[in-house]
């Protein structure tokens, strides 16, 4: 959602997808844990409506295949992906609109290919 005083909210969606143009993360372990890199690539927004018909926002996210694939089958790597991309989107949006979204978390995967 993105919320400005005196005008209504806006709904964004973010498309999480997956390439085979996209690099694939990678990741550096250490006595603390794992650190990874993930590359992305996301699109700018571009007008959709939401269920109800109501005008909303639309970016695609778009990671490797590889890193897509491991978020499926693991779920603390799906939270990190799902972080990773809600980032991206918010520091997009502000890029482009000036204007910092409040992020409400209702994700849900597709296996959509970009």
């Known amino acids: 959602m993105v919320r ?4 209504p909210e ?12 996209i690099i694939q993360g990678t990741c550096t372990k250490s006595a603390k844990g794992e650190s990874w890199h993930i590359p992305y690539s996301i699109s700018k927004p ?10 909303a926002e639309l970016f695609d996210w778009v990671c490797s295949d590889e890193t897509y694939r491991k978020a499926e089958t693991h779920q603390r790597f799906k939270t990190l992906l799902t972080n990773c991309a809600l980032d991206g989107v918010e520091k997009q ?3 482009v609109k000036h204007v910092t979204p409040t992020i409400e978390k209702d994700v849900v995967f597709l296996k959509r290919a970009f």
């Open 46 to 55: 571009r007008p959709c409506k939401d269920q109800k018909g109501n005008d």
């Open 93 to 95: 949006y502000q890029a």
């Open 4 to 7: 400005q005083e005196g005008e």
């Open 10 to 21: 806006t709904k964004l969606f973010v498309n999480i997808c997956y390439s085979s143009k």
